[in-house]
Each structure stands twice: as C-alpha cells, then as structure tokens.
C-alpha cells in the first residue's frame, strides 16, 4: 500500500473541512483536505440559507457568484395559517443569504488551497490508521487505490453521517428524538414572495420541525420539511408530509420539481467530546447544527476556524494530545454551547406542543414589540406568556 505523509489530514470537504483546511494551512502545517465526492459541494444537501452576520469572521466578503438571493426578510406561519412578517432589521440574525451552495462550499475549498492546502477529490477515508492505541492517520480509497495517510493529527470533517469519530472511539451516537429527517424539492413556476424565507410550525412538520421555502429569484425555491426521526415510521414519512404541504397550497401545487435533496440534521446541544489524542471533530460531525433552526453552516465554518487555529499552536509545540486539543473544545464551547443547549431545550419543549399552542405562540410575537428575531427574543416573549414552557430553562433566557 502506498503510504503518503502530511502534518494534518482533513476528512471531508465541506465548509467545516474546508475553513480548518484554510487556518491550518495559512498556519504554516502541510495539510491534505480528502473528499470522498467528484466535485466539492455537489450533489445538493442543503436548504441553502444563511445569515449574514459571520461571513466575515471566516474572512469571507460576500460574492454574487455565491449568493442566489439576498433576503428582506423572513415569513413565520402559524399552524392555522397566521403569519409573522420580519423585516431584515428583525430578521438579520436567522436569514440573509440564500446560496449557490455548491459555488459557495468551492469558494472555501479555493481559499483552502490558495493557504496551500492540497485537495484530493474522490478519495474516501476507510478507517484510521491506530499504532499503540494511538491514531496515527487514515487508511483511505483514493479513486479506486488503497493509500495510507500518516498525520500528526486527523480531522473528522465529514458531516452528519460522521465515521471519524466512530473510528476514533467517541461516541457519537444520536437519540432519534435529536435528529431531524429532511426532504427538500427545487420547485419552478411556484408563487411565493421572492425575497422572505418562510418558515411553517406545527403538525404540517411533525415533532418540532418545520416546513420551509427559501426562495431563489421569482417563481423559484427550495422548498423542503424536517420531521423528527422518532415521529418518522417508515422511510418516506418526510415525503408524505412534503407532499401533502405542498398538495394544499395553491402558490406551490402547480409548480414542478427540479431536483429532489434527502439528508438529515442533528438537534443535539453537540457530543459530549470532540477531541480525543491526535483527532479533533469539527462541524456537523460534531453534531453542533443549531437544534431550533437546522442551520449548521455558521457553525461548521467557526468550528473549522477554531480548529485551524488550535491545530497551528499545537505543531508550535509538537502536542496533539487530547489535553492540547482541549483548546479546540473549549472555544467552541465558549461561543455556541449555551446557545446550542438553550435551542435544544426549547426544542424538546415545542416538538410537544400542539398547534392551538403554536398559534398563540405566533400570535403573541406578532403582538410583541420585538426588536430583532432570534431565538433568544422568541423565548423572551413566549417566557412572559408560556413562563411554564421554559421553565426549566428561564435563567439561560
Ligand atoms: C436538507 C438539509 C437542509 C439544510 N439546510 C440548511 C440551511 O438552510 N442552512 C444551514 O446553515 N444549514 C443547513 N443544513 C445543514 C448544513 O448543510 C450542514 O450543517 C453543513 O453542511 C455542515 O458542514 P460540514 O462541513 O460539517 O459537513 P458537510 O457539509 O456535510 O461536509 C462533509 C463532507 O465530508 C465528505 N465525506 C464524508 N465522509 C467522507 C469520507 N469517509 N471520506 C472523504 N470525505 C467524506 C462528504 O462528501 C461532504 O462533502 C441543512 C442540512 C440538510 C440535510
């Protein structure tokens, strides 16, 4: 088997990889990014919609080669059909862009490589590499050759179907009641507002998800569900309730499906260990997708940053032991654990509520005097009405 050498090993090019590929690279370390795939960002596994508030803490300016739609702002839609209209002033912190994803996931591989970070496309990690108990690297398929990569530390970048980590010996097992099962359909010749993301509460999306339709341009859209996999009894649950969404309403049922996108999310509050000796997870294979909302992008990339940026201090001092990695651990915790556990008990709390329930709750916000729509002001307002719901969470409120 031919064996090949590096400081760091990436698993896994989406934005999590790519962005840590970026750091570590610009941080001096020789660095191989692996993508199992053909090409970077392709096929499709995304709703595509992003705030627009951390671009530039990734150091990304906004490109329209990447931007599909730039938002106003966004529609909230009770079970019974009330709607909350947001403002971008209110809206910023939850929508802004809708994306080209696949040309936005290249542009990070391209600023990857431009650090001088190499990138192997259609090479697949197989397993890692253990000498004395110790990960040492990965055993990978690289267009049909089995190689060794030997690091000093391997990256699990690869996203909610993470292996890295198994591999590893962390445990990264999901409860069903922490994932989300979703099913999204590019549709044309539809009849929604082309510049407000739309968000659907209730048993239209059952167990706390939601149905959306983000657009992109007039008359086009990705419209898609979340349905919690404990409420999913078979392996099309999330295309009946998709179907049967778009089958009632009159701006979606004569439109056509261009493409049909499957995957699923986490909505956990993040594993309980990210790091072990000489192995860092980063991204949705940190299971650190917001649990409210699905987004995973934001924190992909910020966790990818993080772990560049540690990972460059720790070929300072030669140390890429599970003590030395802790800083990694530490930094995300810092700027996403609280809101990631608040968002996942917010959401154990919804996923139970009924749609009377979530049609006083949209109508209070509506009423509210709320400045900016977060989930922090959402849970401040329903805090006043509902101070039983959230109870259990109302100091982190
Ligand atoms: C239907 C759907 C809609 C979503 N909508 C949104 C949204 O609107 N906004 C938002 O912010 N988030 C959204 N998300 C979540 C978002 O897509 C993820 O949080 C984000 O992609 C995480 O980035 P990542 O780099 O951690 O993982 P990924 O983007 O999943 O990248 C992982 C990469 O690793 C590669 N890989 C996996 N295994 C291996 C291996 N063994 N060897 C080599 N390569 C490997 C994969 O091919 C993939 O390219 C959505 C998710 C789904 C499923």
Redesign the pocket.
Known sequence: MQTYECDIVI????????VAAKYAAEGGLDVVL????AE??APL??????SKKWLSEIGMEPDPKWISAEMDGAIIVSPSGHTFKLDESQAGNEVGY?LE?HLF?KALAEQASKAGAKIWLR????GVIKEDGLVTGVY?NRMGEKIAIRADCVVG????????GRWAGIDTTLDLTDMCS???YRMVNIDVEPNYCEFVLGSAAPGGGYV?I?PKGKGIA?V?I?VQGSKCKSGADAKYYLDKFINEDPRLNKGAVLEI?????STCPGLEETVTDNVVL?????R???PI?????????R??MYAGKVLTECAKKGDFSKEALSTYEKMWRDKMEDKLWRNWMAKEKFAALSDEVLDDLVLAIKESDISEVNVYNLLKVIKEKYPDLVAEFEDMI
Do not use: M, Y
């Open positions: 698993v896994g090019a989406g934005p999590a990889g790519s692996l993508e199992k795939r970077i960002g596994r995304c709703a595509e919609g992003i809708v994803r996931d090479t697949a990690a197989t990978a970048a690869d996203g909610f179907e993470s292996q890295v979703c099913l999204q959306w983000f990705n898609g979340g996108v499957g995957g699923a999310v980063v991204g949705d294979a940190a650190l997708i917001d909302t699905g987004g995973g992008i934001c924190h992909a990339a966790s990818g």
